[in-house]
């Protein structure tokens, strides 16, 4: 839903404006209220549960964030991902983090997946975008429900996990189908397949 306005806001003004119940975002200076579908909260939360346990395991200084901002560089764009995995220790250098539990360094922000909904657009222009500009070290595009462009997933299209992962500044992609182990520089002891992660959606899913 988009809130109507007169002209874009700032970053600060929309942190002044949000409100503490529901998730909010800013794209471009303009609010837009998220409402997920129940597939896709689904597909989150076991992708939640999947990382949180490696990084137990591994003992390592990340947390999983409910609702943190990340500030895009444009100054007009705040996002919150699906699955924000933050760097612990650098929080310390982020000015907005404990007024705002907001974020805009790439230090900070060493992985963020997005599960795809209708509003496809988004992850695979808008954020994308926003995201490798940040320069933000990888990036997972979750399609469970092939709602993406032929170009983004193949034709014909079919559930697909892109992992970016930033090279020379710029992100290179390689994507994940079926029983494929998905790779990532993050995590890469993980031991998860695209198949497992999608079997969570309701069935008629597929």
Excluded: C
């Amino acid at each position: 839903m988009l809130q109507p306005l007169v002209e874009p806001i700032t970053f600060e003004e929309f942190l002044e404006w949000k409100p503490d119940n529901g998730r909010y975002e800013l794209h471009k200076g303009v609010i837009v209220e998220m409402q997920p579908t129940g597939d896709h909260e689904l597909v989150r939360a076991f992708l939640i549960r999947e990382l949180n346990f490696e990084i137990r395991r591994l003992n390592l200084a990340y947390s999983i964030p409910g609702q943190a901002l990340v500030k895009a560089v444009d100054k007009k764009s705040g996002y919150i991902p699906d699955v924000l995995i933050l760097n612990l220790p650098n929080l310390a250098n982020e000015p907005l983090w404990k007024k705002s539990s907001t974020v805009s360094q790439a230090e900070s922000i060493p992985l963020i997946v997005e599960v795809v909904s209708t509003n496809w657009r988004d992850d695979y222009f808008l954020k994308f975008g926003e995201y490798e500009e940040m320069a933000i070290p990888e990036y997972w595009i979750v399609d469970y429900a092939a709602l993406g462009g032929k170009r983004f997933i193949g034709n014909p299209k079919q559930p697909t996990i892109s992992v970016y992962g930033l090279v020379d500044g710029e992100y290179q992609v390689t994507q994940f189908r079926g029983k494929d182990r998905i790779q990532s520089l993050t995590f890469p002891e993980l031991n998860l397949t695209v198949e497992q992660v999608f079997q969570t959606a309701s069935p008629e899913t597929f």
